[in-house]
Every structure is written in C-alpha cells, then in structure tokens.
T-cell receptor, first 122, second 112 residues
Framework: DAGVIQSPRHEVTEMGQEVTLRCKPI?????LFWYRQTMMRGLELLIY????????DSGMPEDRFSAKMPNASFSTLKIQPSEPRDSAVYFC????????????????????FGPGTRLTVL | KQEVTQIPAALSVPEGENLVLNCSFT??????LQWFRQDPGKGLTSLLL?????REQTSGRLNASLDKSSGRSTLYIAASQPGDSATYLC???????????FGSGTRLQVQP
C-alpha cells in the first residue's frame, strides 16, 4: 500500500487566493482526519470524517475553511480566501475504525499520516 | 479540554545512551495513547499505541508505558543511535472522540 497520499506537497500562494489540498486515504480505511501543524499551536485537528460523513468539525478555524469527502478514496480541504496566518503544514491521516467491544462508540486504531502539504500564503 | 504536555522540549545525548521521554495529559478518560516520530519536513510515523487497559507496549528498542490514573506516559529508548534523531510526539485519543490531541513534542538529537 502506498500509504496516505497528499497533494500538493508544497503550495505557495498570495493572500486572497483559493487553495485546495487533496488527500487519498489508505484503501479500506473508513476514517479520515485533517490536522494542521504550526510552530505556535503544534498539531491540531481541523475535521474528521467517518464513512465519508463529517463527524467533528469543531477545529475548523472559520468559514473560509471547508472540507469534503465525496467518496471513500478522496478528500479535499479548501481555503477561500487564504490569509498569511493560514501558513502551516496540513496533514491528512486515515484509520480503520473498529468498535471497541463493551463500550459505546470509539475505537483504538492507529492513525496513519500522510507526508503533509506545506502551505505558504504571502 | 484535554491538554497534553511533553518534557523535555529538546534533548541531546551521545550515541548509546538510554533515554526517557515524558508525556502527561490532564484528562484520564482516554481510549489510547500513541507515540509518533516526525522527521524534519516529513509526516508522522506511528511508533507505539497503548490502549487504556494496557500498561506498556514494546517494539524493538522502544518501550512505552502508560499510567492512566496519574495521566502519564513515558517512552524509553534503549541504546540510542544517530538515526533516532527526530521529534517524538505523544497523542491521546479521548473517550468518545476519534481525534487525537497532541503534545508539542520532544526534539531528540543523538550525537555520534
């Protein structure tokens, strides 16, 4: 398996432009996560999907950010319009959620991360 | 809100030393705790996952322990090598939530 694939690996754009980041999860995984990493705030969850449905988007900074997962093998994170403070490394991760027996919800599966997209907004 | 803290922030040791990285978390209601490695400019590689019912996990020269009641985990690296140089991140998965909460990492440098 090729692992989680992200594109582009690097993106440099000007303030106000639309940016689209792409992710292909590991085949067979049913959960997909978008994280953002900055020096100031470290790694933070933006949104995650389970079976292509957004479950928790509490980390999405504001309306300029949107994420979609049209099918099990593809997801996008869009920023429109982009701002300099959006500069960061954006990671996509996937996992295969398995219910933990005896408990309501949750799972214990490892998340596998992609190489990230380094975004610079000038 | 879960908070994860890692100490020290940076560590430099000579090759061959055994070392311990520390991680603490504020809310003990977790499903699991994971240790990741991140090389400069690269993504994260999962090293060990400890379920909440477990006390430790081992993989090669790595051993991770978990004391859920006290909100602590340690990553022990035996006989360190220059190739171990990287940033090590601790992350917890809270009960009822799939996402991970990360610490800020420990940057390790192993000198040859």
């Amino acid at each position: 398996d090729a692992g989680v694939i992200q594109s582009p690996r690097h993106e440099v754009t000007e303030m106000g432009q639309e940016v689209t980041l792409r992710c292909k999860p590991i085949s067979g995984h049913n959960s997909l996560f978008w994280y953002r990493q900055t020096m100031m705030r470290g790694l933070e969850l933006l949104i995650y999907f389970n079976n292509n449905v957004p479950i928790d988007d509490s980390g999405m900074p504001e309306d300029r950010f949107s994420a979609k997962m049209p099918n099990a093998s593809f997801s996008t994170l869009k920023i429109q319009p982009s701002e300099p403070r959006d500069s960061a490394v954006y990671f996509c991760a996937s996992s295969s959620a398995r219910p933990r027996s005896g408990l309501a919800g949750g799972s214990t599966d490892t998340q596998y991360f992609g190489p990230g997209t380094r975004l610079t907004v000038l | 809100k879960q908070e994860v803290t890692q100490i020290p922030a940076a560590l430099s040791v000579p090759e061959g030393e055994n070392l311990v990285l520390n991680c603490s978390f504020t809310d003990s209601a977790i499903y699991n705790l994971q240790w990741f490695r991140q090389d400069p400019g690269k993504g994260l590689t999962s090293l060990l996952l400890i379920q909440s019912s477990q006390r430790e996990q081992t993989s090669g020269r790595l051993n991770a322990s978990l004391d859920k009641s006290s909100g602590r985990s340690t990553l022990y690296i035996a006989a360190s090598q220059p190739g171990d140089s990287a940033t090590y991140l601790c992350a917890v998965q809270d009960t009822g939530r799939r996402a991970l909460t990360f610490g800020s990492g420990t940057r390790l440098q192993v000198q040859p």
